[in-house]
C-alpha cells in the first residue's frame, strides 16, 4: 500500500499482516494484525514515527520510497514490531537522528545494538519544531512498557500513541469502524493492558489534557471519533466488575462436565450471567476478554495425580498475570482419590484480589450431595453478585449507537 493520508502532509505507513494469527508466541489473532507507523512532513524537518515489524520491512522501505527522506525517528515503544527495523533505517539514512526517552535509548542499545551517538534523548513534555509542525513527547509508562511515551502534533491535533489504545485488527480502512474495531480493541486491552489498569487511567488523565482530534496507534486502525476508544478505556480500567461468572473448565471423563453444566443451569435460572470457556479449544483472547467485567471467577477442572488439570492450572496463571478486578474466585470439580487441587490452585492467584467461595470437589461421579453443594454455592454468587450491574453486551451504549 502507498502511504495513505491522515490529514495533511501526515501519513499512515505500515504494513496489514492479514494472515498472522500467534503474536509473541502467546497471543491468538482471529483477525489478524497491522504494524503501523507514521511520516510526518514539516517545513524544515520530516519525522518517522515508530516503524514496523522487520518480517514486513520490505513493505515500509516502499513506502518511504514515495516520501522525503525523514530526519528523525521517533521511537515510542522500544518492543521489535514497532523499533525492529530501526538499525535498517540507520543504515539508509545515515543523517537520521533516533528521538526517545532515556529509558528507550538504553532499552534500544540492549535489545537492537543501536549506536548511542544516534541518539537525541527527550524528556517528559519536551517539544521538537519540524517548521510548521510540532512534537510533544508525553511519558506513558507501563502501557505496556516502562519506557512507552506518546507523542503529540500539535498543529492537527494527533497523538501517535503506540500500543496505547491499539487493536489487533487487520483492516485496509484508514479509520476506525467503531462496531467493528471494539471487540479487537478490548481482547487487545484485556491480553496487554488489564494488568496496568491504574496506570491506563493516570495516562488516559495525562493526554486527554489535549484536544485529541486523531488517536494513531500501533495496531489496528486511526481513530477519528477518539472519544469511543477513550471512553472504552476507561470503562475497562475503572469500571466495576458485572453480574457475570466467567467459567473457564476442562473435563475428562465428564464428572466435572456435569458439574459445570448443572452449575451454569443454577446461576441463570438466579439471574447470573456465565461465559464459559472449554480449556481444550481455548482462546485465551476470548477468556482473558471475559475477565474484564466478571464478577466472579469459577474454574472446573479434574484432579490430574493429586493437582489440577494443566489446562486449568494455565487459566489460573492466565488469570493470576492479567489481574482482573473480579471480586470473587472458587473451584469446582472431581477427584479419584485425593489431591490438593483447591490449595495449588488458589495459590496460583494469589495476586487477585478475590474472596475465595467454598470450592465444590465431588469424589468420582457427582452424587446428590455434590449437585446440592453446587445449588449452594449458585446462591451464594448470586448473593454476593446482588450489588453488581448486570451484564452489558456492548459495555458501552456508543457501540451500539449509529452516527
Not at 515500509?60 to 530501526?86: F, K, W
Not at 511519558?139 to 505496556?144: C, D, G, K, L
Not at 491535533?157 to 491499539?166: A, E, I, N, P, R
Not at 476506525?176 to 486491552?189: F, I, L, P, S
Request: with cysteine; net charge negative; aromatic share 10%.
Amino acid at each position: 500500500m502507498k502511504p495513505r493520508t491522515i490529514c495533511e502532509n501526515v501519513y499512515l505507513l505500515g504494513a496489514v499482516d492479514w494472515d498472522r494469527r500467534l503474536f509473541d508466541a502467546l497471543i491468538p489473532l482471529p483477525h489478524g494484525t497491522s504494524y503501523n507507523c507514521y511520516f510526518v512532513a514539516g517545513s524544515e524537518k520530516n519525522v518517522l514515527i515508530d516503524t514496523v515489524d522487520p518480517a514486513k520491512s520490505a513493505t515500509l522501505m516502499r513506502q518511504l520510497d514515495q516520501l522525503p527522506a525523514p530526519d528523525y525517528l521517533v521511537i515510542n515503544h522500544v518492543e521489535q514490531d514497532h523499533s525492529g527495523c530501526t538499525p535498517m533505517l540507520l543504515e539508509r539514512y545515515p543523517e537520521l537522528t533516533i528521538v526517545c526517552n532515556e529509558k528507550a535509548r538504553a532499552m534500544l542499545i540492549d535489545h537492537l545494538h543501536v549506536d548511542d551517538a544516534r541518539f537525541q534523548v527527550v524528556a517528559d513534555g519536551d517539544t521538537l519544531s519540524l517548521g510548521d509542525k510540532t512534537l510533544t513527547f508525553l511519558f506513558t509508562p507501563w502501557v505496556h512498557w516502562p519506557e512507552t511515551m506518546s507523542t503529540w502534533l500539535e498543529e492537527d491535533k494527533v497523538l501517535f500513541s503506540c500500543d496505547f489504545f491499539g487493536s489487533h485488527y487487520a483492516t485496509n480502512d484508514v479509520f476506525a469502524d467503531k462496531h467493528e474495531v471494539y471487540d479487537g480493541a478490548k481482547r487487545y486491552y484485556a491480553e496487554i493492558m488489564m494488568p496496568f489498569g491504574a496506570q491506563v487511567l493516570r495516562n488516559i488523565d495525562k493526554v486527554t489534557k489535549y484536544p485529541i482530534k486523531f488517536i494513531g496507534p500501533s495496531h489496528g486502525p486511526v481513530y477519528d471519533d477518539p472519544g469511543f476508544i477513550i471512553e472504552a478505556y476507561r470503562d475497562w480500567a475503572g469500571g466495576e466488575p458485572q453480574n457475570i461468572v466467567c467459567l473457564p473448565f476442562v473435563s475428562m471423563h465428564d464428572s466435572t462436565l456435569k458439574m459445570v453444566d448443572h452449575l451454569t443451569a443454577e446461576l441463570t435460572d438466579r439471574g447470573v450471567a456465565v461465559e464459559r470457556f472449554d480449556l481444550t479449544t481455548l482462546d485465551a483472547g476470548e477468556l482473558a476478554s471475559s475477565l474484564v467485567h466478571a464478577g466472579t471467577i469459577v474454574l472446573g477442572t479434574p484432579t490430574v495425580l493429586t493437582g489440577p488439570h494443566p489446562l486449568a492450572m494455565y487459566a489460573a496463571v492466565l488469570a493470576n498475570a492479567l489481574r482482573p478486578r473480579a471480586k470473587y474466585a472458587t473451584v469446582i470439580g472431581s477427584y479419584g482419590w485425593a489431591g490438593k487441587t483447591v490449595e495449588t490452585l488458589a495459590g496460583m492467584m494469589g495476586k487477585l484480589k478475590v474472596e475465595f467461595l467454598e470450592p465444590v470437589l465431588a469424589k468420582g461421579m457427582p452424587r446428590e450431595a455434590d449437585y446440592a453443594a453446587l445449588d449452594a454455592l449458585a446462591d451464594a454468587i448470586a448473593e454476593k453478585h446482588a450489588g453488581l450491574a448486570p451484564r452489558n453486551f456492548a459495555d458501552l451504549t456508543v457501540c451500539r449507537t449509529d452516527d
